[in-house]
């Protein structure tokens, strides 16, 4: 067996034998014949890591058997993965002047990749070959206008008015008056990271080539987006269908010089007066190109995108947090025998199984706190113990399905009318439906609230002196002092909201548009709760990561595994121990901040990998 290896600009033949060996073996053969390391350089620039994807953009994980996921004389690329993405999803980029370059073509865009956009250190640039469709696509549009052929949203009116026609002295006015018409949402404005994130997902869609877009104004969207400049856009007002009209069009106001718009250097004022501070001129709009701009679920797309983003996150470390807290408990290792596991055939519940095993007691990692005779004293434990990798692993799988349907809709064309220029075609249809998003972000809020739910009963098992042998909130001279008690309550809280916020909002629907738009999809609605559940369950998880470090705390002088020794100097980096009441919000926030920035997972990643190597 061999495999074709792309990196940089460079290919190479790497015999693989059999195909026994596993991604992050044919990653090092790959290197050892990279004469050039100019690739290295830039991954270090980056503080990325490298990371590997088949021709059709799949991510290879280190762990899997070449020839599980690859065949004979496949072609592989081996690119930068930007510093805390999570596996399997790569930063396509360059680095130049001290910002990196996402170069978007409308079908290769990552979760990763826009997260990161919306972090504000990325400028964006478009492929030659996109561009390319971009032109024929508006070549073809422009012969429609010529011809005056009755074509939807080009020459007639929206919506109930399809079938108004429009004089030809009026086709920009009736796309300037689509913008400002639209743009009627409420409520506080996006995030400068969610508005960035929608913006440059907007661009991406347009760069497919199916908008009928010209490539000035795409162009010059582009540079608005590298100057900095944000246009306000409120959260609220979407029924996602037909599309995210609202907040898109209030994207589109900003570029043609109305509405307010946010830059860093000059903070809120005016679109027109912070397009002038960067030197650059409002968007002057064509036929349809108004249309072009807000037809599509980004709205949709770009908050589930961030909540699916942290949930990866927050998912991998609550297993982690999850097996501190069985020690604090000098809970039972023997549940997460593989054996035990592999006769269920989820994948999430035997990765989740893996991970704890990989922390836990074992030959490579012993505990003074657990050991095989408590094992068999108490027989087993409670569910919220021994259930953990048949609980998270269902999340785990859930995130992944969401995951993949949300990369798909972030790279596929979701305009209407559909400008097929090889065809000599437009279609009108219904791909701006945001029904797919929509339901994706449902199940993730369904999904990723059980990490909480669970989490909140492991909390109350560390606190209740009638449910283990720790002290009663786990605090000295209780009584005088009340320690953890508190905190549960905040979990206990923020798991109840969430009861409510996981209602799906996409088992609604209203009828708009005096009834020509009469099912909708209610996505935006959706996005912005999976978003708020995700932020809860981060929450409750930093309280049981107190909560476990505090539990071995109390174990002193017994130590735990190396792995979980390692998480607990890391939270008392930022959290001393409690040995007497103090202001607790503030050790919430630090443990909080600690999982959103990935560094529970970060500490212990090489331990699990190691593990899993020797295991496997």
Sequence with gaps: MRILAKISNNKY???????????????????????????????????????????????????????????????VILEPRAKNCPDGQIMHCDNTDDKMIVTVDGCSLTIA?????????????????????????????????ESRKVTYGVNTGFGKFAKTI????????????????????????????????????????????????????????????????????????TVGASGDLAPLSHVALGLLGEGKMWSSQTGWADAADVLAFHALKPIK?????????????????????LAVYRAQRIARQADIVAALSLEGLKGIVKAFDPKLHAIRLHKGQNEVAARLRAVLRSSMHPSEITSDENDYARVQDCYSLRCTPQVHGVVHDTIKFVSETLTNEMNSATDNPVV???????????????????????????????????SERRIERMLNPGLSDLPAFLVSQGGLNSGFMIAHCTAAALVSENKVLTHPASVDSI????AQEDHVSMGGFAARKALQVVEHVEQVIAIELLAACQAIDLRRP?????????????????????????????????????????????AVEPYIEKYQSVAN
């Excluded at 930022?574 to 999982?595: C, G, H, M, Q, S």
Aim: hydrophobic content about 40%.
């Design 13 to 75: 033949i790497i015999p693989c034998k059999d195909g026994s060996q596993n991604i992050k073996w044919l990653i090092s053969e790959i290197l050892k014949r990279h004469q050039d390391d100019q690739i290295v350089n830039d991954c270090h620039q980056v503080n990325a890591k490298l990371r590997l994807r088949n021709a059709n953009g799949g991510m290879l994980h280190n762990h899997d058997t070449i020839v599980d996921v690859l065949t004979d004389d496949e072609e």
């Design 420 to 454: 097929f220029w090889k065809d000599q075609e437009i279609i009108s249809g219904g791909n701006f439906h945001g029904e797919y998003p929509a339901k994706m972000l449902d199940y993730l809020a369904i999904g990723i609230h059980e990490l909480a739910n669970i």
């Design 285 to 305: 709009l064509g036929p349809k190109e108004g249309l072009a701009l807000i037809n599509g679920t980004q709205l949709i797309s770009s908050v589930g995108c």
């Design 558 to 602: 017994l130590k735990t595994t190396e792995p979980l020794e390692k998480i607990h100097a890391l939270v008392r980096s930022v959290v001393k121990p409690w040995d007497k009441d103090r202001y607790f919000a503030p050790d919430i926030e630090a443990a909080t901040n600690l999982l959103r920035e990935n560094k529970v997972w970060e």
């Design 511 to 514: 009828s708009t548009s005096a």
């Design 166 to 237: 429009i004089s030809d002295e009026n086709l920009v006015i009736l796309q300037e008056n689509l913008i400002r018409s639209h743009a009627a949402g409420v409520g506080k404005p996006l995030s400068v990271e969610l508005t960035r994130m929608l913006f440059a997902l907007r661009i991406n869609i347009l760069s497919k080539g199916y908008s009928g877009i010209s490539p000035e104004v795409l162009l010059q969207m582009i540079d608005i987006f590298n100057a900095g400049c944000l246009p306000l856009v409120p959260e609220q007002g």
């Design 113 to 145: 990749d826009l997260v990161h956009i919306g972090g504000g250190k990325i400028k964006l640039t478009i492929s030659d070959s996109a561009l390319e469709g971009v032109s024929k696509a508006r070549g073809f549009l422009d012969e429609i206008v």
